[in-house]
């Protein structure tokens, strides 16, 4: 798969594909790695974070997009 490097920005998307069972990641638009999924997921309450640290940084994150 691609080697993520500190301080550079990627761009991650996942897609979930339940009814053939495969789960596919993507890195800067382009495939990088494919799992079968092979059981369920299990739901929880966690949030979902982007973004997080406990260390100031410049910049800003001006948009972010979940899809289900």
């Known amino acids: 798969g691609v080697r993520l490097y500190p301080n550079i920005w990627y761009h991650l ?3 979930f594909d339940f009814s053939n069972k495969k789960c596919v990641i993507y890195v800067n638009g382009k495939e990088d ?17 982007f ?3 406990s260390v100031p ?6 948009s972010h997009a979940l899809y289900w």
């Open 57 to 62: 940084h410049p910049g800003s994150r001006q």
């Open 51 to 53: 973004g997080s640290s």
């Open 13 to 15: 998307a996942v897609s």
């Open 33 to 49: 790695r494919t799992f079968a999924i092979t059981k369920p997921t299990k739901k929880n309450s966690l949030p979902v974070t």
